[in-house]
């Protein structure tokens, strides 16, 4: 019987094993995915599963799939393409070149009317929402799953995408069929979960290092100041370390709880809001068969350490490390953590100095060439922990070609609120000759750059209608 009650005999099964099956008639093969930490977990699960068939591949990664890229794949000359983390925007286009495809992708797809060559896998097609209960990492374990028996040691893989791609954000844990890659993970010893705080780093930092750090949620007064940490710590009679600093993991039970109620006192007391502090304590994910103490113990410390690989195009990095390099990608990962981190920091700063604008409906920054483009969404979504939650933020960033990226984030509360930035960027982009899509929550585009006032334009209308329409239907 299937370990996805909720999938048995469904539609997405059958479709996940007429893929396989192409999958395994099929000579020579490219897996086209996306430049995230999702995107490589993705192809790892992918290529993994293709090599224990004994195929061939060839990994190619985009930052984002346009006209431009398909060209790019259909190059290649494959037999069949699997594209994973994208593919469901372009339909159409991937029709069009007559890409024998399977498309195994979790973001909102766009209504296409001829699809004839491609096998589409995306729960969306099952009613599931693709930005929170399944991630792309999960339908390429879907599929993976489907191309043989012995993958399930691949679900760490694909929780570690799930994480990256924040779908644990909205409630504190991971929901919906990504609670079934958990009940498989669990099977295969693989990962285990349990409550515990959430800031980044519990890992690899010492912890006056992962509080100072700490910006989701921020912490009145401890965030960014290290002594007012350290003495945080002192007083709450946690020794900060003996030959090494002590991290999170080597506290004991008493002194988490200890500290843990402290930071939700002080947060009160500061005036952080309940929900805010609701996110401090969650559920955590730990990869078992990695070791302990390094990043890749750690869900969220693993996605970040992918993030920094092919973001930066070092996306051949980033797979090797999914695919279980522990030597040399390893190192190299961990050396372009650094610069990563410290371009966030770098990303925060630009924007508190410069400020944001606002509309009627968003607010954004444009941050030039100052921030990457292929973090600057990144940055977006660090900076709700300093800026107004109320409205969405848009960050814009040039590109390497002159045109102009849009990163848009939005909160949960939002989301309830009938945001969804995907439909708002894909509406503005086409309007103004660009592309856009993504999810409800975190949504992209790429325009041109004398576009943007008129894309601001659209988007704060769309968004401002999208919140009043459902204000009008509660
Ligand atoms: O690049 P960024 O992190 O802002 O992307 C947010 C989401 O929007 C991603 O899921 C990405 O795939 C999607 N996106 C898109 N089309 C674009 C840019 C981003 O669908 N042109
Ligand atoms: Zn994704």
């Not at 995408?161 to 919906?176: E, H, I, N, P, Y």
């Not at 750090?213 to 003996?242: H, N, T, W």
């Not at 401090?280 to 992918?306: C, F, N, P």
Request: aromatic content about 6%; charged content about 25%.
């Amino acid at each position: 019987m299937s370990a996805f009650r909720s999938l048995a005999g469904s539609e997405l099964e059958k479709t996940c094993d007429k893929a396989s099956e192409e999958i395994k008639r099929s000579k020579s093969l490219v897996v086209a995915s996306h430049i995230d930490a999702d995107g490589l977990t993705s192809a790892g699960i992918a290529c993994t599963a293709l090599e224990r068939l004994g195929k061939s591949y060839e990994p190619l990664f985009f930052r984002q799939l346009d006209g431009p890229a398909l060209e790019q794949v259909a190059d290649r000359g494959a037999d069949l393409v699997i594209f994973t983390d994208l593919g469901s925007g372009m339909l159409q286009e991937i029709s069009d070149l007559k890409l024998r495809s399977v498309i195994a992708d979790h973001h909102k797809p766009t209504p296409a009317p001829d699809t004839r060559g491609i096998t589409h896998i995306n729960p969306h097609l099952a009613g599931a929402d693709g930005a929170t209960q399944l991630s792309g990492s999960g339908v390429a374990f879907l599929l993976a799953r489907s191309m043989a028996k012995g993958n399930d040691d691949l679900s760490a893989l694909a929780i570690v995408g799930a994480v990256g791609d924040l779908q644990d954000m909205a409630s504190g844990k991971l929901l919906g069929i990504n609670r079934e890659v958990l009940d498989v993970a669990s099977g295969a010893g693989a990962i285990s979960w349990y409550r515990d705080i959430k800031l980044f780093g519990r890992q690899t930092r010492p912890v006056f290092k992962m509080l100072e750090y700490s910006q989701d949620p921020y912490i009145p007064g401890l965030s960014g100041d290290e002594d007012a940490c350290i003495a945080f710590l002192k007083e709450m009679g946690v020794r900060l370390g003996g030959e090494k600093w002590r991290r999170w993991i080597d506290l004991n039970q008493d002194e988490k709880s200890r500290v843990v109620s402290a930071l939700v006192r002080r947060g009160l007391r500061s005036g952080l809001s309940s929900i805010k502090l609701e996110r401090l304590v969650g559920e955590v994910y730990t990869l078992l068969k990695e070791h302990e103490g390094t990043e890749l113990r750690d869900a969220s410390e693993y996605s970040t350490l992918l993030n920094a690989t092919a973001r930066y195009g070092y996306s051949d990095t980033g797979l090797k490390v999914c695919m279980g390099d522990r030597n040399a990608a390893l190192d190299d990962a961990r050396t372009l953590l650094a610069q990563h981190r410290q371009n966030l920091v770098n990303g925060i700063k630009l924007v508190s100095k410069q400020g944001m604008a606002k509309k009627r409906s968003i607010q954004y920054f444009d941050a030039g060439d100052a921030i990457l483009d292929t973090i600057v969404g990144i940055v977006a979504g660090m900076c709700f922990q300093v800026a107004d939650r109320s409205m969405p933020i848009l960050a814009f960033a040039t590109t390497p070609e002159g045109l102009l990226k849009v990163s848009a984030r939005g909160t949960q509360d939002l989301v309830r609120s009938g945001l969804d930035l995907a439909e708002a960027m894909s509406l503005a982009a086409g309007k103004v000759g660009g592309a856009g899509g993504g999810h409800n929550v975190a949504a992209g585009a790429t325009i041109p750059k004398e576009a943007r006032d008129e894309f601001l334009e659209i988007v704060d209308a769309a968004v401002g209608s999208q919140i009043s329409r459902n204000k009008k239907t509660i």
